[in-house]
Every structure is written in C-alpha cells, then in structure tokens.
C-alpha cells in the first residue's frame, strides 16, 4: 500500500502534495505507473537497486529545470547517488512545446547510443532560453558531435521521430499522474512516495532524502 506525505517546511516554501491518491488507490495500479515509467524514462544514474529512487520530470527548455541543473543536483549526485543512497532517473514531460519535444527525441537517440546522461548534460549546458529557437536540427547535431556520437546514426533516429509518440505519451502519463509543472520530483522508496514541485534549495531534498 501506498502512503502518502505532505511535505511542506514553510520556511523554504517546498512546494509538495498528494502524489495521485485517487489513481494509486489500487497498488496494482502503483505497480504499474512506476512499470511504465521505468520503460519509458531515462537509464539508472547510480545503482539502480539503491533503496531510495529521484524521479525526475523535466523539460529541456525549462528555466528552473536548467537552474536546478546547475545548482542542487551536483550536490544530490555527491551526497546520495555516488554513495549508492539513491538512484536517478529522468522522465520527459516536455511542456514547452515542439522544440522540447525535439529535444527529449534526441536525448532518446543518444541513449541508443549510450550516451543518454553526456547529451542531457548537453542540453542544459548549451541552454539560451524557452521558447527561443536554440532547439533545432543543427543545435541537435552540434551537441551530438560533441559527446561523440556516431552522427549518421543519431540523425537517423531523430528524422524517423523513432521516439516521438513515446515522448509524447510520456508527457500524458505525467499529467495523469498529477505533474504539472517542471522540474517535480517523485522520491521513492519503497511505498513511500513524496512529490517536491520546483527548484528548490538543497536542504529541501536533503530532508526528504534523510528521512527515508
């Protein structure tokens, strides 16, 4: 059975709720959702039977996807997932339209290659904006070269749109799942499930991190 928590330590403004009760009323239906999930996000980063599980959604374009990129996650990372605390993984919920769409395909056609985590690091640290037009093609190309992809291959995979329906309907899974805004956070562990909406400070996933 699934328990849910509030998280909300006012002086830091964590942004938490309910993680889609009325769906997970049914633990087949947990067991499911994180099924699909698995299927469709990201590689592990860490180990993968670490005891507690960051889910990430995000878009490519987001502002806060891009400042918690550069600012919690590095710390995340050291503290909890080199240490084998916990494990990473991402989930495209690309709400900014084609471009971030585009750019999750390529993140998938890297993967092919194994290079999943290289070109989503790519991506937000060539960021210039949502909704700017630096999501495109030759931008694509340019970020696959520079973590040594096999270019013909890459753009293969991203003219076939091998990957598009699955971004796609990733973005809808998030939405019937209760995300709504990017970057969310599912920290998991076990049944217990927290929600954190937002870039908030460290010490926000720090709490919730040490208390599973």
């Not at 059975?1 to 769906?23: E, N, Q, S, T, W």
């Not at 469709?40 to 507690?52: F, L, T």
């Amino acid at each position: 059975m699934v328990r849910y928590y509030l998280v909300i330590p006012v002086a830091v403004g964590l942004i938490a709720g309910i993680f889609a009760a009325m769906y997970f009323a049914n633990p087949q239906n947990d067991e499911l959702t994180m099924s699909k999930i698995l299927e469709i996000s990201s590689p592990y980063e860490g180990n993968s039977a670490a005891p507690i599980t960051i889910i990430e959604f995000g878009d490519y374009q987001c502002t806060f996807c891009y400042k918690f990129h550069g600012s919690s996650l590095g710390t995340i990372k050291d503290e909890y997932v080199e240490t084998g605390k916990a494990s990473l993984i991402f989930v495209d919920f690309p709400l900014n339209g084609p471009d971030s769409v585009l750019a999750a395909e390529a993140s998938h056609c890297a993967k092919d290659q194994g290079k999943f985590w290289e070109y989503h690091d790519q991506l937000y640290n060539n960021w210039k904006g949502e909704r700017t037009g630096w999501i495109n093609n030759d931008s694509l190309n340019v970020f696959a070269q520079g973590i040594g992809l096999d270019l013909e291959t890459f753009n293969s995979c991203l003219e076939s749109a091998k990957y598009r329906q699955q971004v796609l309907d990733t973005y809808d899974l998030g939405q019937e799942i209760g995300i709504n805004a990017t970057p969310s956070f599912l920290i998991v562990s076990g049944d217990e499930i927290v929600k954190i909406t937002g870039n908030q400070p460290i010490d926000v996933f720090r709490k919730t991190l040490d208390s599973m």
